[in-house]
Each structure stands twice: as structure tokens, then as C-alpha cells.
Nanobody
């Protein structure tokens, strides 16, 4: 079990950038794959990005590849999501989540059901 807290959300203009942070409590943070998911009003929760335990490998939703960057600093118990060239359709509540027990794999870690611990979410709004 790990406790996660997201921060960094807010209102930005289209084309702008925002960096979200996900900070974990606990001393076994490096045991966890961490993913970002988002949910807009009236829509299903969707996969955004995931990062391996060491931070060496990453996965992104195809539509976000090239605009969003996930990274982690295990010494700080923190995962980041750098969001660039934001579009109105990026507006959503963004959640980070932690998973353990499976090798890092896109087909596993792009699905919310494999994540055991979730943060409270942080709101991202994008104005035009």
C-alpha cells in the first residue's frame, strides 16, 4: 500500500503547459509502476501515461505522445507529468496510481484495474 497525492493542476490557456506531480508516502516507492489517468465529465477514465519502476521505460496514449512526458525521481518519491501544447480536450481530473506485482507492460499498465492505489485527483482546465 502506498499513499499518493497529486498536485499542480489549474487553469491554463490552450497551447500552454502544466506540470503535475504525484508524491507518494512510504519507503518502497520504487517497487511500484506509476500511471496517470484522466477523466473528463461524462466520459470514461482513460489512460494517459505510465512509467516503469526504475523510470527507464514509459508508455503513452497514442493521442498524447509527443505532448506529454512522464518522469520520476524515486529519491523524492515523486512522479511527474509534464503537459505541453495543451488543448481544450485535455481538460479533466488527472489521477496518478500505483501498481505492483506485474512486469511493466503496456497491455497491463494502460488499464486502471491493475492499479491498486490511487490519488485524489487534480483538476486541469484549459481555456481557449
Amino acid at each position: 500500500q502506498v499513499q499518493l497525492v497529486e498536485s499542480g493542476g489549474g487553469l491554463v490557456q490552450a497551447g500552454g503547459s502544466l506540470r503535475l506531480s504525484c508524491t507518494a508516502s512510504g519507503r518502497t516507492f520504487s517497487n511500484y509502476v506509476v500511471g496517470w489517468f484522466r477523466q473528463a465529465p461524462g466520459k470514461e477514465r482513460e489512460f494517459v501515461a505510465a512509467i516503469s519502476r526504475s523510470g527507464v521505460a514509459t508508455y503513452y496514449a497514442d493521442s498524447l505522445k509527443g505532448r506529454f512526458i512522464i518522469s520520476r525521481e524515486n529519491a523524492k518519491n515523486t512522479v511527474y507529468l509534464q503537459m505541453n501544447s495543451l488543448k481544450p480536450e485535455d481538460a479533466a481530473v488527472y489521477y496518478c496510481a500505483a501498481a505492483t506485482g506485474q512486469p511493466f507492460n503496456y497491455y497491463t499498465h494502460s488499464h486502471a484495474e491493475y492499479y491498486s492505489d490511487w490519488g485524489q485527483g487534480t483538476q486541469v482546465a484549459v481555456s481557449s
